[in-house]
């Protein structure tokens, strides 16, 4: 099975600031990578697929990069909304494994 | 489009259980649907999923061999079959539909809770 892991496990941050999420696959996945927010008590929620492209509801100051083995999850300007945990998921072989999530939290 | 999961229960362990997922606003045949669960304050594991005609299936290492996973189209449905269960098996369970091969999962269900305790 492909391993994920994302780095760092908790990040604080202001309101304003730029965070940055890693996620490395333990063997080459392509650009096949998607990246979820899940807030307390909800479902995750699908904010970048194909390692970089965005859901259309989600605001421009998310961003994604990277192929292969490293990618990188970008909030700029971060809102108060984006407080909440993210995961990355590799989508290029079953089982579609998650990372172990990255909590962003208010300084 | 919706989905809604079901069958959430407390079980004891080498129970079973059977849960369901509810589709609707889209056709079924068209979409891969998974099951990811989350066990309390835990990440996400994935779980199972199904291809749209049903055909192909796949499996956690965790849960192959004691998870089965079905679908019938014609009553938009889907179904997890949970056999042997132990209190690792502890979660939120949710469904979830693949947008399409290697995309991601863009709607997710509001789980069900399974609890596996003596």
């Known amino acids: 099975d492909i391993q994920m892991t994302q780095s760092p496990t908790s990040v604080s941050a202001s309101v304003g600031d730029t965070v940055s999420i890693s996620c490395r696959a333990s063997q080459g996945i392509s650009s096949w990578l998607a990246w979820y927010q899940q807030k307390p008590g909800n479902a995750p929620k699908l904010i970048i697929y194909?390692?970089?492209k965005l859901m259309s509801d989600v605001p421009s100051r998310f961003s994604g990069s990277g192929s292969g083995t490293d990618f990188t999850l970008t909030i700029t300007s971060l809102q108060p909304e984006d407080f909440a945990t993210y995961y990355c998921q590799q989508a290029d072989t079953f089982p579609y494994t998650f990372g172990q999530g990255t909590k962003v939290e208010i300084k | 489009v919706q989905l809604v999961e079901s069958g959430g229960d407390l079980v004891k362990p080498g129970g079973s259980l059977r849960l369901s997922c509810s589709l609707s606003?889209?056709?079924?045949?068209?979409?891969?649907i998974n099951w990811v669960r989350q066990a309390p304050g835990k990440g996400l594991e994935w779980v199972s999923g199904i291809s749209g005609s049903g055909t192909s299936t796949f499996f956690a290492d965790s849960v192959k061999g004691r998870f089965t996973i079905s679908r019938d189209n014609s009553k938009n449905m889907v179904f997890l079959q949970m056999n042997g269960l132990r209190v690792e098996d502890t979660a939120v369970y949710y469904c979830?539909?693949?947008?399409?091969?290697?995309?991601?999962?863009?709607?997710w269900g509001q789980g069900t809770t399974v609890t596996i305790s003596s």
């Open positions: 979830a539909r693949l947008v399409t091969t290697n995309y991601g999962l863009d709607v």
């Open positions: 606003g889209f056709t079924p045949r068209s979409y891969a």
């Open positions: 194909v390692a970089s």
